[in-house]
Protein backbone atom coordinates (compact mmCIF):
# COMPACT_ATOMS: atom_id res chain seq x y z
CA UNK A 1 0.00 0.00 0.00
CA UNK A 2 1.38 3.33 -0.59
CA UNK A 3 0.19 7.01 -0.69
CA UNK A 4 0.77 9.49 -3.67
CA UNK A 5 1.81 12.99 -3.50
CA UNK A 6 2.48 15.27 -6.29
CA UNK A 7 5.57 17.29 -7.51
CA UNK A 8 5.92 20.99 -7.95
CA UNK A 9 6.28 19.55 -11.66
CA UNK A 10 3.19 17.80 -11.30
CA UNK A 11 4.86 14.47 -11.44
CA UNK A 12 3.17 12.10 -9.00
CA UNK A 13 5.51 10.58 -6.25
CA UNK A 14 4.51 7.56 -4.05
CA UNK A 15 5.77 6.98 -0.53
CA UNK A 16 5.25 3.56 0.38
CA UNK A 17 3.57 2.67 4.06
CA UNK A 18 6.88 0.92 5.14
CA UNK A 19 8.93 4.23 4.22
CA UNK A 20 6.55 6.68 5.82
CA UNK A 21 7.13 4.44 9.22
CA UNK A 22 11.09 4.74 8.72
CA UNK A 23 10.65 8.05 8.41
CA UNK A 24 8.08 8.92 11.46
CA UNK A 25 10.35 6.28 13.60
CA UNK A 26 14.00 7.88 12.82
CA UNK A 27 16.81 6.00 11.50
CA UNK A 28 18.82 5.72 15.04
CA UNK A 29 21.87 3.32 14.75
CA UNK A 30 22.31 4.33 11.08
CA UNK A 31 25.65 3.36 9.41
CA UNK A 32 27.59 5.05 6.56
CA UNK A 33 29.61 2.98 4.30
CA UNK A 34 32.04 5.18 2.51
CA UNK A 35 33.69 3.94 -1.32
CA UNK A 36 36.58 6.34 -2.32
CA UNK A 37 36.03 7.31 -5.99
CA UNK A 38 39.39 9.13 -6.25
CA UNK A 39 40.93 12.13 -4.32
CA UNK A 40 38.52 13.64 -2.24
CA UNK A 41 35.26 11.99 -3.47
CA UNK A 42 33.40 9.49 -1.80
CA UNK A 43 30.38 7.66 -2.00
CA UNK A 44 28.69 7.48 0.96
CA UNK A 45 25.99 4.76 1.27
CA UNK A 46 23.29 5.37 4.65
CA UNK A 47 22.02 1.82 5.76
CA UNK A 48 20.84 0.19 8.82
CA UNK A 49 20.65 -3.32 10.00
CA UNK A 50 17.45 -4.85 11.55
CA UNK A 51 19.42 -7.71 12.55
CA UNK A 52 22.08 -10.16 11.56
CA UNK A 53 21.13 -11.09 8.22
CA UNK A 54 18.87 -8.56 7.17
CA UNK A 55 19.07 -4.68 6.89
CA UNK A 56 18.25 -1.89 4.03
CA UNK A 57 19.58 1.12 2.30
CA UNK A 58 18.11 4.78 3.53
CA UNK A 59 19.79 6.34 0.64
CA UNK A 60 23.39 7.20 -0.90
CA UNK A 61 25.25 10.43 -1.95
CA UNK A 62 28.67 10.99 -3.73
CA UNK A 63 30.40 13.76 -1.50
CA UNK A 64 33.58 15.63 -1.61
CA UNK A 65 32.82 16.64 2.24
CA UNK A 66 33.55 13.53 4.36
CA UNK A 67 36.49 14.25 6.58
CA UNK A 68 37.76 10.83 7.87
CA UNK A 69 39.54 12.20 10.59
CA UNK A 70 36.86 13.05 12.52
CA UNK A 71 34.70 9.74 11.94
CA UNK A 72 34.96 6.52 13.65
CA UNK A 73 35.85 3.96 11.45
CA UNK A 74 33.83 0.57 12.11
CA UNK A 75 35.42 -1.34 9.37
CA UNK A 76 38.29 -0.94 6.82
CA UNK A 77 39.29 -2.94 4.28
CA UNK A 78 41.98 -4.76 4.02
Known sequence: MF????SKNNVQIRLFGER???I???YRDA???LRVIKKQKFLAVVYKELSKKEGFVITAYF???IHL???KIL???K
Open 69 to 71: SKE
Open 63 to 65: STK
Open 75 to 77: WQR
Open 31 to 33: KIA
Open 20 to 22: WVH
Open 24 to 26: IKG
Open 3 to 6: EIAI
